[in-house]
């Protein structure tokens, strides 16, 4: 545990432990929080975050353990006295009164009345100057909340927060209800509030959330704190992972299968170059191998996968799959020579997130299933079901809207479609982006299942741990070549960026 | 390979993380939020423009006559709205529909008229207008899929281009069809009901199971809804795309026809703004203008909207620019409550 006392911690939670009907929810967990820090609480879920949110919002007592609060030893008897000490939470499923105006809403519960007649003028003009200075000045306090965006409900949730003197804010996985652009404008009022000194308790389950907004990180795993007040730029995604699984990194990605000596080249790439982008690019892959592609942000390593899927027209060289070439510039060619993409942005470029699931998984195959032209839903239902089983889709619902489900649930929407196609060949880019931990092990254990199955895959993801831990051959990509190409056991993180430093400077 | 899947067995360990409680709302109200919701709402509003009219002008307004009459003015027009419907699916738009119509209808009544005056000529009539209508699409269609250039512009271009080539073709005249084997058909009824109707009843037949039913349409949503996704799962988006263009100019084509048989005149002034009609029918319809979400039925009680207002006004002898004005207002009204429904959907 990193213990650096510059300032005083504002909230000091040692030991607590709390059961529900003899079955344990916290066994033991200390959380130190300093005054304008960002701390997150991450684990997976179960993990007991939910329980000790509500034991410091004052819902639950804790059974044993102390708390301070300010350097006193303090309880929190009820969500009463967590806001009379300056403790404010804003829960998952918000929870503000679509009826009322923002105003009121802010002021719910402690309203600004003389006599009991409502200061209207008075509490409209002070939830004014919250929603200002969340940045929100355009939202008048006489709006209806109900006609609000799931976003700006949020903002109203933490003027509601700010609207007592509170020093601490929990936040439950804010982000949950958010689309991107929102999360941005989400960080960035909670930065504000941490310069002014609040300290924010920020629960989440994505770590790339918790890389870019947090200060320190408190892991939870089975109701004990398995690690307390790390600092988030020194602890490595590995380490987080297997704090949250207690699972070593190497028992996250699933074991390699040596490849067969007589294996067939499946995918082979000819000095393949896209002017402007990349040029020179030399590879096989054979059937049943993993095959990385590691470099940073602007390598080119995303613009090669697509080239050879042939979303982008190639200027040099050829791409064959199993010695015949592709008609380059043709996507039509490469998926009819039984090659499939997952691409980068899963929602703009992979998925009708208003259709249904199954017709997402058979976006690539409709026609297979039609008679003359004629669809036939039942036997295209049947085998998108099949896929759904075998992936084990959550929830199990072919009719679902796509919408609706997790990022690890939409990436098994993808892998399915190229299931049911019936591929050679997968080329995956950042299977894993927006995919919570927990789920990730799962995608990794299917991608390497794919292989098994005889598929030659590329992969390529901006966490080199990934593309290492996954693939058995590693490609490092910089500038637009390829730098080197080593088994994925012969180098590590460290190498891989030496490489792509030295690559840039040469 | 085509037709072999692979299966991948089920992970042996799994994490036993819920299953999605997610609750599962009654058919009932699944379908209301769905089409028939939408679609529920479109008869309300037939409904209430038919009381009106029977309210204030009685018999005249509700004999089967003029209930027939309502109709065969929606058919035309509808069956343009029906190509349209397809095109906006698909995310795109045509302009060109109205003036295509008109030049086929020139094309078509010159032939009739100068070329081939015997009796037995009028289906080379028929085709003829068919033929021009899907050209004017295919040229739409090339330079819009392969050309890269947006679909407003390039039809906007055919909007006035085919306006003009009309023009010149006719030389401004109107040119008259009396060719009775074809005015015989196209004025006749079958089981009293006027043979425009049929065509009208047909085509929007036809393409509720084009949309619904076939590889054809799934593709149409699928590009509208998202492109670059239809684009990376395989489908071929461009030529696709062509056909839709061209579909949008045939039912152009056999609009021209409907309206050679209902007026005898081919001149290069038919179907002037019916663009705009047949947009304003699609979208209060429920078509999504972004694509990604199209209804024929929607599309066909939007035509029948208009066609009962246009109806009760002229029954109460009211102007066309209050027609216009009340036109301008439903339109607005319906996608203000679309964009209701689409927020609602998408929170719940």
Redesign the interface.
């Given at each position: 545990m990193i213990e650096d006392d510059h300032s005083p911690s504002l909230l000091d939670v040692r030991q607590i432990t709390k059961s529900f009907a003899g079955v344990a929810a916290l066994r033991g967990v200390d959380l130190t929080v300093r005054a304008g820090e960002v701390h997150c609480v991450l684990g997976q879920n179960g993990a007991g975050k939910s329980t000790l949110i509500k034991t410091l919002s004052g819902v639950h007592q804790p059974d044993g353990g102390t708390i301070h609060w300010q350097g006193e030893p303090t309880t929190i008897a009820s969500p009463v006295a967590a806001l009379g000490l300056g403790i404010a939470t804003m829960y998952q499923e918000l929870d503000v009164v679509d009826g009322l105006t923002v105003a009121e809403n802010i002021f719910l519960g402690h309203e600004n009345a003389r006599g009991g007649v409502l200061r209207v003028a008075g509490s409209n003009r002070l939830a004014g100057e919250l929603m200002t200075r969340l940045g929100h000045g355009s939202i008048s306090p006489k709006t209806e909340v109900g006609t609000l965006s799931a976003a700006n409900k949020q903002i109203v949730s933490m003027a509601r927060a700010l609207s007592h003197d509170t020093k601490l804010i929990i936040m439950d996985e804010p982000s949950a209800v958010l689309d991107s652009e929102e999360v941005k404008n989400l960080f960035r009022v909670v930065r504000e509030l941490t310069a002014s000194g609040i300290a924010v308790i920020y629960i989440s389950h994505r770590l790339e959330e918790i890389r870019q907004i947090g200060d320190r990180i408190t892991v939870i795993k089975d109701g004990r704190s398995t690690a307390s007040g790390l600092a988030v730029s020194a602890t490595p995604t590995a380490e987080l992972i297997r704090l949250m699984t207690g699972r070593d990194v190497a028992n996250v990605f699933p074991a390699r299968v040596p490849v067969a000596a007589d294996s067939p080249v499946v995918l082979q790439v000819e000095d393949l170059g896209l002017r402007g982008e990349f040029s020179g690019v030399d590879f096989t892959v054979r059937a049943g191998e993993i095959v990385g592609l590691a470099g940073l942000v602007g390598s080119g390593r995303s613009e090669i996968l697509e080239t050879v899927y042939g979303a982008r027209k190639a200027s040099t060289g050829r791409v064959s799959v199993s010695g015949t070439a592709l008609r380059a510039g043709s996507v039509d060619s490469a998926v009819a020579a039984g090659i499939g993409l997952s691409p980068e942005e899963r929602k703009s470029q992979g998925l009708l997130l208003d259709e249904p699931v199954f017709k997402n998984i058979t976006l690539s195959t409709f026609g297979r299933f039609a008679v003359g032209g004629v669809l036939n839903d039942r036997r295209e239902r049947d085998a998108a079901v099949e896929q759904i089983a075998a992936l084990e889709l959550r929830p199990d619902d072919p009719d679902r809207i796509t919408r609706t489900l997790s990022g690890g649930n939409q990436q098994k929407i993808l892998l399915a479609r190229w299931l049911v196609h019936g591929t050679r060949v997968l080329l995956l880019d950042e299977p894993t982006r927006g995919v919570d931990v927990g789920a990730r092990a799962e995608i990794y254990a299917l991608i390497r299942r794919l292989a098994a199955a005889g598929n030659a895959i590329v992969i390529v993801s901006s966490e080199i741990e990934e593309v290492l831990g996954l693939a058995d051959r590693v490609l490092v990509i910089g500038d637009g070549r390829v730098l080197a190409t080593k088994d994925s056991t012969d180098i590590d993180e460290h190498g891989v960026l030496d490489l792509v430093m030295k690559g840039s400077a040469a | 390979?085509?037709?072999?899947?692979?299966?991948?067995?089920?992970?042996t360990e799994?994490?036993p993380?819920?299953?999605?409680a997610?609750s599962?709302p009654s058919p009932l109200k699944r379908l209301m939020a769905g089409s028939a919701g939408r679609n529920l709402g479109l008869v309300i509003a037939l409904a209430l423009l038919v009381i009106v009219g029977g309210a204030t002008a009685g018999e005249r307004f509700l004999s089967i006559d003029n209930m027939l009459t309502i109709i065969r003015f929606a058919s035309i027009i509808g069956v343009i709205s029906i190509g349209m419907t397809f095109v906006i699916t698909a995310g795109g738009i045509d302009l060109s529909v109205g003036s295509v119509m008109g030049l086929a209808t020139v094309v078509a009544s010159l032939t009739a008229v100068q070329l081939a005056a015997t009796q037995t000529s009028w289906v080379l009539m028929v085709l003829i207008a068919l033929l021009v209508g899907m050209a004017a699409g295919l040229v739409n269609g090339i330079v819009i899929a392969y050309g890269n250039v947006v679909a407003f512009m390039a039809t906007l271009a055919m909007l006035v281009g085919a306006r003009g080539l009309a023009e010149l073709i006719s030389n401004r005249s109107t040119q008259i069809v009396n060719n009775t084997g074809f005015l015989s058909f196209t004025r006749a009824d079958f089981i009293g009901v006027p043979v425009l109707i049929w065509i009208f009843v047909l085509v929007a037949a036809a393409a509720w199971f084009l949309l619904n039913?076939?590889?054809?349409?799934?593709r149409t949503?699928?590009i509208g809804?998202?492109r670059?996704?239809?684009?990376?799962?395989?489908?071929?988006v461009k030529r696709h795309i062509v056909y839709l263009y061209v579909l949008s100019g045939l039912t152009a084509g056999i609009a021209a026809i409907m309206m050679l048989g209902r007026t005898t005149a081919g001149t290069s002034t038919h179907g002037t703004l019916y663009e705009l009609d047949a947009i304003a029918a699609v979208v209060v319809g429920g078509t999504l203008l972004i694509g990604?979400?199209g209804t024929i039925v929607g599309t066909v009680l939007g035509v029948l909207i208009f066609s009962t207002l246009t109806n009760v006004f002229t029954q109460n002898n009211l102007s066309t620019s209050v027609q216009n004005v009340a036109k301008g207002v439903i339109i607005v009204v319906a996608v203000l409550l679309q964009q209701r429904f689409a927020s609602r959907g998408?929170?719940s």
């Open positions: - | 390979m085509s037709e072999q899947r692979s299966t991948v067995a089920p992970a799994s994490s993380r819920g299953g999605g997610a599962t039913r076939t590889t054809f349409g799934r949503v699928a809804g998202n670059e996704a239809a684009k990376l799962a395989g489908l071929n990604g979400r998408k929170s």
